[in-house]
């Protein structure tokens, strides 16, 4: 699983419900998560937790297997929108879903409130804020995520034509086209960044003790210190905050499927959902959550008092309505791309 998302609050109330020790690997990227297991064929893992447009790159691994549904009493409770992309995506040899929606986020802007502020009305924040020169050798990123960030910026501006970071999905040519024009700005101002991060931890570090001012980041881990009353503030940015659905799969060699299966049972909760959130409506998870958002209906009615405030803070104005959906990635756009990071970090 993802390395924020379970919290030492939900093991405890889970085993105590249960009696199931959940045996956790936290992981930081979705190629980890494929690689762990093609190297164990599956083997040693019950559950794994890919993001949804990574369909393309499992379907021919034979590494899952089908959920089934009526060992999931509370599956009712799912998104069902969330639960479609299962269904239409992730249904290998029409043998039925190998995909369930956990939780659903952005990546956007995130920034110190008390040193920076985006200079626009309404501090809606651009990804062109990463790299302006008032913040140079202040500002973050993931690189893959963060090249993207800056391509959607450079339409904005004329260097990229409207939509071309989108197109690059449709085929390798018009990809290479894009990307080069985006490696060759992020290379001539890499003096900008100052922190590439790679998980949750490294975001928190980065604006709160390695002087990052403002990055792209995830959107819980700078609202987690926002409900720790830290001085950060993450906003989807102007451009449309990259959106994306991190679900659960269900390993081919999965050994403890009834335990599996209470699991999901327990996740699909209402109550259990918004717990996870932020710790709920009081002390008992010991006010720790992941920050993201439930693919659990009515989980925010049991997640904090201030949930509702913080969405609108995050997602002002039309900013939903702005999302940027992160588009299915087949394995040919994976690897190319591969290329050009790696360009980037060897610049």
């Not at 998302?5 to 105590?16: D, I, Q």
């Not at 940015?237 to 049972?265: C, H, R």
Request: some cysteine; proline content about 5%; hydrophobic content about 35%.
């Amino acid at each position: 699983m993802w390395s924020d998302y379970l919290s030492a609050g939900f093991f405890k109330a889970f085993e105590a419900s249960s009696g199931i020790k959940v045996n956790f690997t936290g992981i930081d990227s979705n190629e980890e998560i494929i690689n762990k297991m093609k190297a164990s064929k599956g083997r040693g893992i019950d559950i794994c937790s890919p993001t949804n447009m990574r369909s393309p790159q499992w379907k021919n691994l034979e590494l899952l297997q089908p959920f089934d549904y009526s060992k999931i009493s509370t599956i009712k409770n799912a998104n069902p929108a969330m639960l479609r992309v299962g269904h239409d995506e992730w249904n290998f040899g029409a043998k039925g879903s190998h995909w369930l929606p956990m939780i659903w986020g952005t990546e956007g802007i995130a920034w110190r409130t008390d040193q920076w502020a985006p200079p626009r009305a309404g501090d809606i924040p651009s990804y062109g804020d990463i790299w302006q020169s008032d913040v140079k050798g202040k500002t973050m990123m993931r690189v893959h995520s963060g090249m993207l960030g800056a391509g959607l910026y450079l339409e904005t501006i004329g260097k990229l034509e409207p939509g071309a970071m989108k197109k690059a999905y449709d085929g390798e040519p018009g990809m290479r086209k894009t990307w080069q024009v985006v490696t060759d700005f992020c290379i001539a101002n890499k003096k900008q960044v100052k922190l590439f991060w790679n998980d949750a931890d490294s975001q928190k570090n980065g604006l709160l003790n390695d002087g990052v001012v403002v990055g792209q980041t995830w959107d819980g881990p700078p609202i987690s210190m926002m409900n720790n009353d830290d001085p950060v503030q993450y906003r989807a940015p102007v451009e449309g905050a990259l959106a994306w659905i991190d679900g659960m799969a269900l390993s081919k060699q999965a050994e403890n499927l009834d335990a599996v299966y209470e699991f999901l049972t327990y996740c699909y909760t209402p109550e259990v959902g918004g717990r996870s959130i932020d710790g709920g409506k009081d002390d008992s998870w010991g006010g720790k959550g992941h920050g993201y958002n439930s693919a659990v209906l009515g989980a925010d009615q049991y997640a904090s008092d201030d949930y509702g405030k913080t969405f609108g803070s995050v997602y002002p104005y039309k900013s939903l309505a702005n999302l940027w959906p992160w588009p299915k990635e087949p394995q040919w756009y994976a690897d190319v791309r591969t290329e050009y990071v790696n360009k980037f970090n060897a610049a």
